[in-house]
């Protein structure tokens, strides 16, 4: 089945519409800052300055608003963990800031690398396939590996649709590929995570990818067994 009309139409009013909206994210809770910011991404300074600078005429002709992301608190994580999920957070930050830029002044000049523009569309992509995966994991289509990324599950509709089968294929292709792109970014400007092992990198963002798993859907245990969330 082919995205619905009113998934279409809410994607349409996003589009539209003059709010700029940051993501909802999740950090555990701690008494530092966990992740290590570095002068990889001065373009988020430069964005901020840029941004406050346009607010504020901006605001005498538009109705828009910036709203800055809600952080929740969870329970404890192990110290790779809190270095991954809060680096991604700092990623995420740094690309809503530029996205908000651009979309209150879409002429303003900032410069990114190739590298940096592949995160922002993988961040980006990441949202807007949001709504798609979490649909195919209650469908029972998809779940949660113990490598960190997105696993067919044996599933009926899978096997008599043959266009839901090809959209779940590619929404999965997608979401995998964007987030080998993140976690290549978060090891690149944290040197926490530099220095630990790559498997246990790899195991570290395969368990936030399931404790991130709502009830109900499948995740893969480390023993290689699969089961459904409880």
Not at 183 to 210: G, H, M, Y
Request: hydrophobic residues 40%.
């Amino acid at each position: 089945m082919m995205k619905s009309s009113a998934f279409h139409r809410r994607r349409g009013v996003i589009l539209k519409s003059c709010s700029i909206l940051t993501p909802t994210f999740t950090l555990p809770q701690v008494g530092t800052r966990m992740y290590h910011h570095n002068d990889d991404f001065p373009f988020a300074r430069i964005a901020a300055r840029t941004l406050a600078k346009l607010l504020l005429p901006a605001t005498l002709f538009f109705a828009c608003t910036v709203h800055t992301p809600e952080v929740k608190f969870t329970g404890e994580k192990t110290a790779l963990e809190n270095q991954i999920l809060g680096t991604y957070s700092q990623v995420k930050e740094d690309v809503w800031m530029v996205a908000s830029v651009r979309a209150v002044n879409p002429d303003s000049q900032i410069t990114l690398s190739d590298e940096k523009r592949e995160v922002l569309s993988a961040v980006q992509n990441r949202e807007f396939n949001k709504d798609d995966i979490e649909e195919f994991k209650r469908d029972g289509a998809l779940g949660e590996n113990n490598q960190g990324v997105l696993e067919l599950r044996p599933n009926e509709r899978l096997q008599k649709d043959a266009a839901y089968k090809q959209l779940v294929e590619r929404i999965m292709a997608e979401e995998n590929r964007d987030r080998q792109i993140i976690l290549k970014r978060i090891i690149a400007i944290n040197p926490a995570v530099q220095a630990a092992e790559p498997v246990a990198v790899d195991q570290a963002f395969a368990q936030l990818q399931r404790d991130s798993a709502k009830p109900g859907e499948w995740i893969q245990l480390p023993t290689g067994e699969w089961t459904r969330k409880k």
